[in-house]
């Protein structure tokens, strides 16, 4: 499979522990971005990655949240000391240069 | 609050109907997205759109993009149980992709 990779599918945590989820990119797509959904809405964006730089942070994303993308090659995003409020889908997308965006199938949060 | 403005919501119809889907943007796009989710589930890519009066289909789904490049449309025809599920759109609004943002979604379900 040569899609776009979530780990994990799901994830409980109680609240204020801190969770870390990975996005495996299609390889040659030079663009990450992640995207955080609620029921019932569209997927909102947090962060956009070109290869190693993150270029664009949306004022969704607090300081509690951070994302790397080492080496232009997979992305992590971390929140810290979670909320019942950062419970959402997290959606991972990457893209080549005028493609369209390659979307993984999502990390699910929920937060006790 | 999402900038793309999507109607109806939501829509029921009967197996065989047509049914038409509406995005709409008080800006320019650079380009124009359509996008199918299952609940639960990552986006699955329908199509892209990027020129004024451009039109699209595959198989029983056409996609338009109006002249001034602020509304499309998504229309199917003859539905199936298949089509079922929430239709969203999304836009480059920058014409860098550096921020992809979309539609909160049309919940879509067919009755057979």
Not at chain 2, 35 to 48: A, D, R, S, T, V
Not at chain 2, 68 to 74: G, R, V, Y
Request: charged fraction near 20%; charge should be positive; hydrophobic fraction near 30%.
């Amino acid at each position: 499979d040569t899609g776009v990779s979530q780990n994990p599918r799901h994830k409980i945590t109680k609240r204020g522990q801190n969770v870390t989820f990975r996005c495996d990119p299609i390889s040659e797509h030079n663009r990450l971005y992640w995207y955080r959904q609620t029921l019932g809405q569209g997927p909102e964006f947090l962060t956009y990655f070109q290869n190693e730089a993150q270029l664009e942070k949306s004022r969704l994303l607090s300081d509690r949240f951070s994302a790397e993308r080492p080496k232009g090659s997979f992305s992590t995003l971390e929140i810290q000391r979670t909320e019942q409020g950062d419970s959402a889908m997290y959606l991972c997308a990457s893209l080549s240069w005028n493609t369209e965006a390659f979307f993984g199938q999502g990390t699910r949060l929920t937060v006790v | 609050s999402q900038e793309l403005e999507q109607s109806p919501q939501s829509l029921i119809v009967q197996e065989g109907k047509n049914l038409t889907i509406n995005c709409t943007s008080s800006k320019t796009l650079y380009g124009l997205y359509w996008y199918k989710q299952k609940y639960g589930e990552g986006l699955i890519f329908l199509m892209m759109l990027q020129k004024g009066g451009e039109e699209k289909s595959h198989e029983k789904i056409t996609a338009k993009l109006d002249e001034k490049k602020q509304q499309s449309s998504l229309h199917i025809t003859a539905s199936q149980p298949s089509h079922a599920g929430i239709y969203l759109c999304g836009a480059d609004k920058s014409g860098s992709a550096r921020q992809l943002t979309f539609g909160s979604g049309t919940q879509l379900t067919v009755l057979p």
